[in-house]
Each structure stands twice: as structure tokens, then as C-alpha cells.
């Protein structure tokens, strides 16, 4: 199945939307596999967001990244990239419809509380970059309710 790196970024955290956020993915049927609170270094959010290094805002975006904690999280099942990011919302939150995490919740795109990988192979880097020591192992029991 597939998996997907999901963070609550230092806004969502300082804003109490932790729960929010975990409960529209737990919901939806998808499942954990992974979560730690920390704070970040700025080389790792650098590495993290290497593919946006050209753009103006790379250095604000580096800076919100490591201002408070995040929520690293991976979040496993079908489709979970392409859907999550449905769950998430557009990338500017003045553009996310509403139902979305970001429609909902945030209004300036450099405060916009959430990040999700934007393919599969994005999200292989990721979570490679972000759970180093490795995933929780388990079977959940929701599995044979959720899939046919
Ligand atoms: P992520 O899930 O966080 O990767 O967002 P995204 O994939 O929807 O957007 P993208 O990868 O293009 O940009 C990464 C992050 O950079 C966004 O989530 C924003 O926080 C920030 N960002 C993108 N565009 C802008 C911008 O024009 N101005 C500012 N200040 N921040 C931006
Ligand atoms: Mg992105």
C-alpha cells in the first residue's frame, strides 16, 4: 500500500490543530504508521524543501519550518498521496476549497499549516529524509472494513 509523509507545520502546532488534522486522515480510513513532535534543524528543512531553493521564499519557508515544533507523520493506504493532498487542500489557502484542511484553517500561503508529499516518489524521499530509524510495524484491524 502506499504511504505518504505528512507534517503539521509549526503554525498548525502552535495553533492546536494537531487533532484536527490526525482526525480527517484517521476518518478517511487511512493509517498511521508514524508520528513524532520535534523541532527542526535548518539544514533538514533545507533538505527537505531542496526542490524550492531557487524560489524567492525559500528562505521565509526555511525559517517557519524551524520557528516551532512539527508533527512528522507517515500516513499509509489506496491512493493516500493524490488524496491526502485532496484532504490538504490547493496550496494557497485562499484558492483550498472548503471541507479541505487548509479551506478551513489557514488564510496566507506562507502560514498554511500543513505539508504533503506531492508524489510517490516525493514521499519515498521524505519519509526517508524524516523516519530514518524506520516505520511502526503492525497489522491494523480496520483493514478488512475499509477495503473490499
Ligand atoms: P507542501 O505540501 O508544503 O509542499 O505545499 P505544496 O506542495 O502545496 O506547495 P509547494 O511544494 O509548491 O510549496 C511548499 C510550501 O512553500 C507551501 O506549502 C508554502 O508554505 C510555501 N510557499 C509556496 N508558495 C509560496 C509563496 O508564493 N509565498 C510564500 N511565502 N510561501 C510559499
Ligand atoms: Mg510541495
Known amino acids: 500500500l502506499e504511504q505518504t509523509y505528512i507534517m503539521i507545520k509549526p503554525d498548525g502546532v502552535q495553533r492546536g490543530l494537531i487533532g484536527e488534522v490526525i482526525k480527517r486522515f484517521e476518518a478517511k480510513g487511512y493509517y498511521l504508521r508514524a508520528l513524532k513532535l520535534q523541532n527542526v534543524e535548518q539544514a533538514h528543512a533545507e533538505e527537505h524543501y531542496i526542490d524550492l531553493k531557487s524560489k524567492p521564499f525559500y528562505g521565509g519557508l526555511v525559517k ?8 512528522a507523520m507517515v500516513w499509509e493506504g489506496k491512493s493516500v498521496v493524490s488524496t491526502g493532498r485532496k484532504i490538504i487542500g490547493a496550496t494557497n489557502p485562499l484558492a483550498s476549497e472548503p471541507g479541505t484542511i487548509r479551506g478551513d484553517f489557514c488564510i496566507d500561503v506562507g502560514r498554511n499549516i500543513i505539508h504533503g508529499s506531492d508524489s510517490v516518489e516525493s ?8 523516519f530514518p530509524e524506520g516505520l511502526a510495524e503492525y497489522k491494523p484491524h480496520i483493514f478488512p472494513w475499509v477495503y473490499e
Open 64 to 71: 517557519y519550518i524551524c520557528s516551532a515544533p512539527v508533527v
Open 123 to 130: 514521499a519515498k524521499r521524505e519519509i526517508g529524509l524524516w
